[in-house]
């Protein structure tokens, strides 16, 4: 928080021509049941398909490659704030164009995907992209399949932090602050997307109703995690 | 347009192509290459380095020894030996390679498929 000390120094220390390089958002860790049994099921199997909608990550991209799986990166998160998928309608209402979104993302055939990491992508997303969206990633994965979601337990406000996701293999996430541009927006228009809802038990549960099963893990950090099966 | 240079003795210049120019057509070469401009068709440079500089916007098929992204690429990659994605890169499209390098502040779109030489290590 700026205090008058703060803006008495900027004063005297002038403006700075220097663009500097933002430094990276220091990385947090938690416990995840949830990524704990995805680990086990990485560790112990060989060229596995696994598809990642968080913000693109250098590490998971390393780490599944480096353990011989094959990795598909896609954000949706970003991809789903392109303004190019946004329109009124006659009461000036925004309205998003569900299927331009899935016609330019999410397009593979289907039964690749062994694992899908979906992450917080539901809270954050446009409402009426989520269905769509997780019908779409039931499509592409095998039977036997596994995705894992993560889900806010109460309403933390709608500037709620936005995290990304690192894999560690083992129960322990890495996890960063994520802001960005929407697509086409220059980087000086970075902002932290919003939480957007808070599902309940039974909305999960709808979510998920075409998957075999649906497992809850309850964290002490107000986030419960899923594991369904395709 | 097609662009391709002779078979001949591999030179150590760098040939570039600057942040003004619009090329349209299969570039094929035995020597590295900068790209800042605009590139649409494809680019094989088999034994060779190819770089997309930060201005560069390139909607192609890319194919080379070794593959630098600083700026934006629409199109599959594969890269022989090792590529890198820098910070100010935006790649959409698959990624063929043995060995990948990813800045944070990257962003791929696309399918990571890491192909081992017998003999040799990816991780990087």
Known sequence: ?230 | MDAQQPDGPQSRELATIGKSVVIKGDLSGSEDLYIDGQVEGSIDLRHHSLTVGPNGNVKAGISAKSIIIQGKVDGSLTASDRLDLRKSAVVTGDVTTQRIAIEEGAFLKGKVDIQKEAGKGAAS
């Open chain 1, 1 to 230: 928080m700026p205090t008058v000390t703060h803006n008495l120094m900027k004063l005297f220390r002038g403006s700075s021509n220097q663009t500097a390089t933002p430094a990276p958002q220091p990385k947090l860790t938690r416990r995840s049941s949830g990524i704990g049994e995805i680990s086990r099921v990485l560790n112990s199997q060989d060229g596995l398909c696994v598809l990642d909608v968080g913000a693109t990550s250098a590490n998971n991209i390393r780490f599944l490659t480096g353990r011989g799986h094959k990795n598909y990166s896609e954000d949706l998160l970003r991809a789903s704030l392109d303004p190019a998928l946004r329109s009124r309608d006659s009461e000036g209402n925004t309205i998003v164009d569900a299927k331009k979104f899935l016609d330019e993302n999410l397009v593979y055939g289907n039964g690749i995907f062994d694992i899908v990491l979906c992450w917080n992508l539901a809270d954050y997303m446009e409402e009426s992209l989520v269905k769509p969206t997780i019908d779409r990633l039931w499509s592409q994965m095998k039977a036997g399949g596994l995705l894992l979601a993560f889900f806010h337990t109460r309403d933390a406000g709608p500037d709620s932090t936005c995290y990304r996701y690192h894999v560690t293999g083992t129960d322990m996430l890495e996890m960063q602050e994520v802001r960005f541009a929407p697509p086409g927006r220059p980087a000086s228009e970075k902002q932290a997307p919003r939480l957007q809802r808070v599902f309940n038990n039974r909305h999960i549960e709808n979510l998920f109703r075409d998957f075999a099963s649906i497992k809850f893990f309850l964290a002490r950090d107000n986030i419960r995690e899923v594991l369904v099966v395709r």
